[in-house]
């Protein structure tokens, strides 16, 4: 099934221009999203002609060595203001650094605990945060540091995070000042009735939800899908945001 394009305007307090981006999550390459697949999604994006793209994790399931034109063509994201990556709990599992170095060398910006401010035409238009996923506290590397990925961000601008998990957001209270997260990993529960049983896990399962009176959280449904290439009731999607002034 094709992923659905998904149009969501987001009002951010402080924003001095308007901008779009694209979120895309979970497409999980690998299996039996090989490089046609990777293609059609990677063209579909950049038609849509977003100022920035953003990557929130689980997009590649696999070691790089075994799907180098997938990763090739997903080379082939453009964006004016750049494309952006943080990690999701899958990346872990297939030689997370050889994976990261990859898309460096293809020019994708892994946020590493860390953050950008983005400008257009001259203007700043936020502040771009991302952490490593959770998991990399199981694993003990690579662990999601909220404080240090928000050091020396320009107060005066919003701040959106990028965080695989939507739980990462139980660890953004109203004093971090983040006004949005992205997240994915749900698959928005992918084939009903899972995702009551995802809900037992993670506090938000798809769509916009108001995490605080400061901070708005996105869970993007997956862009792919993991386990059997079905998707009953979440189907799967492309985020194309529109930033607006509040």
């Known amino acids: 099934m094709e992923p659905k394009i998904e149009k969501v305007k987001i009002p951010l307090e402080g924003l001095k221009a308007l901008f779009s981006a694209v979120q895309v999550s979970d497409l999980h390459i690998g299996g039996l999203i090989e490089e046609n697949v990777v293609r059609r999604i990677v063209g579909e994006v950049n038609s849509l002609g977003a100022d920035v793209i953003f990557l929130t994790g689980d997009i590649i399931d696999t070691e790089v060595s075994n799907v180098p034109k997938a990763i090739e063509e997903l080379s082939k994201l453009q964006a004016p203001l750049g494309v952006f990556f943080v990690t999701g709990n899958h990346e872990f599992f297939h030689n997370i650094g050889e994976l990261l170095a990859v898309l460096k060398s293809y020019g994708i910006r892994v946020l590493e605990n860390e953050n950008v401010i983005l400008v257009k035409n001259g203007e700043k238009l936020v502040n771009l945060a991302g952490v490593y996923d959770l998991f990399g506290r199981k694993v003990g590397a690579l662990e999601p540091d909220l404080m240090r990925a928000l050091e020396g961000r320009e107060e005066t601008l919003p701040t959106i995070l990028l965080a695989h998990q939507p739980k990462f957001a139980l660890e953004v209270d109203e004093a971090k000042g983040v006004d949005l997260i992205l997240s994915g990993h749900t698959h928005g529960g992918q084939i009903f009735p899972f995702g009551f049983l995802v809900m037992l896990d993670q506090p938000y399962l798809a769509g916009l939800y108001q995490h605080s009176p400061k ?15 079905m998707c009953i009731l979440a189907r799967a999607e492309i985020t194309h945001f529109e930033f607006v002034a509040e």
Do not use: A, D, L, M
């Not at 901070?215 to 290439?229: A, E, H, L, S």
């Open 215 to 229: 901070t708005k959280i996105y869970v993007n449904r997956g862009t792919g899908f993991w386990g059997p290439p």
